[in-house]
């Protein structure tokens, strides 16, 4: 057996050329039961991995942790089991007035406000969505009925830095990049996607994004609203729907 990759504990014979990624390994399991066979493979730190298969097709389902680091390695330790195709399915927080709790976030792209991302490219190449998986999320959600936005979401490393910015130090940089972002038509924010953009682009990965908005920051102002949706199973079937299609068009 090939050596097991350091972090994510898997090795070639575990890989598989698909992965859906979420970032809290609890919701691993979730994601597992809409595979067929599925089961455990390995859990380790952040990263917990579950195995089935789709249409007949072997796929991963990996934590990542929160944040841009923990992501950028389990991308690349699944890179080099075979992975070549990534649906990150998580959270996040509307922007967009038109954004409500509950709704589905297709991101085309992210506002590269991470750290990680820096350590792969220069700012000035673009974090965007594989158009062929983007497509595929937005006909999953229309299939669903699922209420969807498709846009650019705000990536960045400090969550407490967007919901509470006055209390930085860095206060009138955040909240004048925050308004910036507002006016340019910004969904939602999140942690995780500019790095699997930037790194998936590296590294020759096709990889999408989506995310199922918890609250809207915009109306619930700076504080977590007592009534938010946690639930997050549609956009996981959007997710699984999607990666569903790829592999069917994969085959012909």
Known sequence: MSEKQYHIGLSHE?????????????????????????????????????????????????????????????????????????????????????VAAGDVVIASGAIRMDGTSKEYMPIEFPAVADIDVTCALRQAAVELGAVSH?????????????????????????????????????????????????????????????FSCVWNQMTAGEAMPKDRVTDTTTAIKVAVEAMRSLIRKDSV
Not at 20 to 41: F, K, Q, S, T, W
Request: glycine share 12%.
């Open 150 to 210: 498709t846009g650019v979401v705000h990536c960045k490393d400090s969550f407490y830095g967007q919901q509470a910015p006055r209390t930085m130090g860095t206060a009138d940089e955040l909240l004048y990049k925050w308004d910036a972002w507002i006016k340019a038509g910004a969904l939602a924010s999140e942690m995780e996607s500019s790095t699997l953009f930037v790194v998936s682009a590296l590294r020759g990965i096709r990889s999408g994004a989506v």
């Open 14 to 98: 575990d890989g598989a050329k698909y992965a859906i990624i979420p970032g809290d390994p609890g919701r691993v399991p979730m994601i597992a039961e809409y595979l067929d066979n599925a089961e455990a493979v390995c859990c380790n730190r952040e990263f917990n991995t579950y195995a089935g298969t789709l249409d007949g097709e072997r796929v991963l389902v990996t934590s990542t942790g929160i944040g841009g680091p923990s992501a950028a390695i389990c991308i690349e330790e699944l890179a080099n089991v075979g992975v070549d195709t990534i649906i990150r399915v998580g959270t996040c927080g509307g922007m967009a007035a038109k």
